[in-house]
């Protein structure tokens, strides 16, 4: 945060704008906008007794901190005028141009609502939230900064207009922060709600945090020095801030039940590096020389945060056994940590900051989509604001895929929540839940770092119970809407999500790709009536997504560069066949293990032939447009190795039992080992066999032994 809070100039700002904008005329342009501004607003004044274009010149203050544009700096100045003062949308176009123009009027419809209940109210905001996020997410970072600097002349206003100001930050404006990934806005709009909510705990930890600053101050200086003395040692160029929790974020932890000592003995270090490679070196050099503590170490460099942040965090035994919170990163980490998703304005080569910064949110923003999702949904009033509030903005967790990849839920998630997440097929499909190598029920509460696989079967379909175990809304709809569509909306639904991946795979933004000219070329172009018959043609398989979305982009459709012979592949030794294709090289997938009998389906590698997975192998789902059709070869007579998972009743062993009754069948275990136990013990097993009927008499036998909870086929 910059060290001077509040401007009265423009020069004042025109001067932080020069630090990183060079261009005379840009800066003319933004002088003369203020010159507007200010004959527009004159004789106007804030509560605070100040002339009122104090206010709009501060928010445009607060948004040079994350190097905003011109355009939206001009927003910022004039984001009121159009509300309060004479002026029309024409005059500000015809003086400023159409992009300025369009931002100010989103700000404007932000601050217009008319409320009869909070209910109404809420909803209102949300959608127009929701509306600015998805038009032009400039707006949002714009209404952020003025409701921050509102916030910050918050003492101006009696103390009822404080309150309600202050509980709507901390519950729509601080998350959206935090959710655009706009830590520095997130974090001061935090405490300074926390300041009008709860002015005495927000002064108790204040004033804690001050008698034992000095002391803390230095043995954070000094653990500094040691580690930076480390790295310098080891040729790492960095920089290391100490850093200050905020009052809020200890207010958090209070009340989540730690104790005072608890939080406060945590001191806390951040390592900037410049490369990443750097952030694993200096991390190995810290543990070397300090103990870690166990299970506290996350690597957000390899697996960033649904809102993009990415470090590495560690906490080890530091100087006189105190603990120390680290975090590592690149210098470009530590931007995106701060500043999310108006990070984009910070890189001097990027030259289409605003259409990068709209794309990021869409593609890279989970509660992008999870709130478009809602918004779509047919919701009540109710129904709408609690989930939004509940289950998008508030409250959520984290858990991994088993390929590494973080999901976001809201709390209380079960697997059934997660599936649908991934993707509505998966959800549709699943028949069982693991859960860090355990098999779960569906009812499971999933908690924050679980890793989550979800076993499906393509012939298996949603259960009506899954509606009262599902956790969120939005999964309750789409099991529901599974029970009541017909199958043409089915398809709809399902080609609007391929071609909505597909859009995501190559970058390009959904609500720009289907413009009224877009849309009418594809229909053209198809033969069909309207974008519904289009999605509806996606979804039932004759068109391919990727095939639509060549139509806009004219770029070479990708076929299969394999020759297309007459007759089948005939090798006698081949396990599979491929239509009208001969002599290519076919593997079975490593993750599903295919064996004899199960549907599968092929899928072109780039330069390894086709790999062959099972037609219910959650790898596939993305890559619809490079599969082909393969079958199994009749005359082969293999074994074929698959994966089980045996979880027993009890906490006896009884691997030796399991090994001969599949003996018994003449299935050779490869191998077997415990990977877990909670109530019984968890067997992971490599068996041969001969073909899928095999198999299953396999799966029967062990299910008919008493001591077997579950048994099943698993893909890795
Ligand atoms: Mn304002």
Redo the contacts with the bound molecule.
Sequence with gaps: MSKKNEILKVDELLEKVKTYIDQDEELELLRNTYLFAYEKHKGQFRKSGEEYIV??LN?AYILTDVYADIPTLQAAIM??VLEDCDCTKDEMESMFGHEVTVLVQGVTKL?KINFSTENDYLIEYYKKIIVGISEDVRVIIIKLA?RL??MRTLWALPEEKQKIKAKESMEILAPIAHHLGIHKIKSELEDLSLRYLKPEVFYDIAEKLNTSKLERDKTVLEMQEIVSKLLTEHNIAHEIKGRAKSIYSIYNKLSKGKKFSDIYDLHALRILVDTEQECYVALGIIHSKFRPLPNRFKDYVAMPKPNMYQSLHTTVFGLDGYLFEIQIRTYQMDEIAENGIASHWAYKENRDAKANMQSTTEQKLQFFKSIMDLSSDKLSSEEFVNSVKDEVLNDNIYVFTPKGDIIELAKGSTPIDFAYKVHTKVGETMVGAIVNNSIVSLDYELQNNDIVKINTNKTSRPSKEWIQIAKTTHTKNKIRSYFTKNEREIYIERGRESLEKELRKRKLAFAEFLSDSNVSEICRELKLKNIEEVYQNIGNGKHAASTVIHIITKEEQQKPKIARVGNQNTDANADIVVSGIDQVKVNLAQCCNPVFGDDIIGYITMGNGISVHRSNCHNLASLEDRNVLVSWNQNINKRYLTYLILQTKDKTDHMLDIIQKTSILDIPVDSIHTIGSSSGIVYEMRVYVRNLEHLNKMLLELKKQTYVEKVERIQR
């Design positions: 206010h709009p928010v984001h009121d601050s003025d600097h509102n």
